[in-house]
């Protein structure tokens, strides 16, 4: 297998700074692409890209939620556009208030929209791209205090799908990934909002473990690849057996 399967391409990762999403981008700046690490946390994208060491790595502070923001930051000569900028919530429909609801789905649903919206007039113009959509199981099965989630990912879903069949012809290819419960800070945060425990999480796991930001990130390389390159409006789960049981 070609290890720099992306030499010469230009990647942007929203939700970079962290977890799943700077699984993504080290993994792309790995295999030779220039990668724009973005976060809503300048200090979090700056320390991803100090890390990485050089010029392909490129930190960018951006709240996915607006959109002249998101227009600057988008590059020109976009390949690979990866969104995996989140935020969750642990409620119930009648526990969730209305900011709550509309703020899970201005970073969930709005930000998948805004970079989307903008990358893929880029791509067009360029010949194609590659577009991956960070869902979730959530946005398969119900989750219990989950709803605003929940939601915005199904909305996450059906917006991969549409933009896939009306771009296909353009050469722009648009799939999503949904993990189950992955070993990252996100989830560590939600457990103690929700008053969850890790072993709680790994017991509903038919592989009896949760998975692994590295894991996820490998199934988004082979989405954004040539090797995928018949691939478009589809859905990857990856969950270890969770929506299977």
């Given at each position: 297998?070609d290890v720099?399967?992306f030499?010469?391409?230009?990647a942007?990762?929203?939700?970079?700074?962290?977890?799943?999403g700077?699984?993504v981008a080290?993994a792309l700046?790995r295999?030779?692409?220039?990668?724009s690490?973005?976060?809503?946390?300048?200090?979090r994208?700056?320390a991803v890209?100090?890390?990485l060491?050089?010029?392909?790595?490129?930190a960018?502070?951006l709240?996915v939620r607006?959109?002249p923001a998101?227009r600057?930051?988008l590059p020109?000569?976009?390949d690979?556009?990866?969104?995996v900028?989140?935020?969750?919530?642990t409620?119930?429909?009648?526990?969730?208030?209305?900011e709550?609801?509309?703020n899970?789905?201005a970073v969930?649903?709005?930000?998948t929209?805004l970079?989307c919206?903008y990358a893929?007039?880029s791509?067009?113009?360029?010949?194609g791209?590659s577009?991956?959509?960070?869902a979730s199981v959530?946005?398969?099965v119900?989750l219990?205090?989950?709803a605003a989630?929940?939601a915005?990912?199904?909305?996450?879903i059906?917006f991969?799908r549409a933009?896939?069949?009306?771009?296909?012809?353009?050469?722009?290819?648009?799939?999503?990934?949904c993990?189950?419960?992955v070993?990252?800070?996100?989830v560590?945060?939600l457990?103690?909002?929700?008053?969850?425990?890790?072993?709680?999480?790994?017991?509903?796991q038919?592989?009896?473990r949760l998975?692994q930001?590295?894991?996820?990130?490998e199934a988004?390389?082979?989405?954004a690849s040539d090797?995928?390159a018949f691939?478009t409006?589809?859905v990857l789960?990856?969950?270890?057996?969770?929506?299977?049981?």
């Open positions: 297998m720099e399967r030499r010469g391409k230009s942007f990762v929203t939700g970079a700074g962290s977890g799943i700077e699984a080290r700046h295999e030779g692409a220039r990668v690490i973005a976060d809503l946390s300048p200090d994208a700056q890209a100090n890390e060491g050089d010029e392909r790595a490129l960018v502070a709240d607006d959109e998101v600057r930051a020109d000569d976009l690979v556009l990866v969104n900028a989140g935020i969750g919530s409620t119930s429909a009648p526990e969730t208030s209305l709550i609801w509309e899970v789905f969930n649903a709005r930000g929209f970079t919206k893929i007039t791509m067009i113009e360029r010949g791209g577009i991956v959509n960070m959530a946005g398969i119900g219990r205090n989950r989630y929940c915005s990912k199904g909305a996450v059906a991969t933009l896939a069949v009306d771009h296909v012809a353009e050469g722009v290819r648009v799939n999503a990934v993990p189950g419960t070993d990252s800070p996100w560590q945060r457990v103690a909002e929700a008053g969850e425990s890790i072993d709680g999480l790994r017991a509903r038919p592989m009896g998975g930001p590295e894991e996820i990130a988004v390389l082979y989405l090797a995928a691939v409006g589809s789960t990856i969950d270890g057996g969770l929506t299977a049981a």
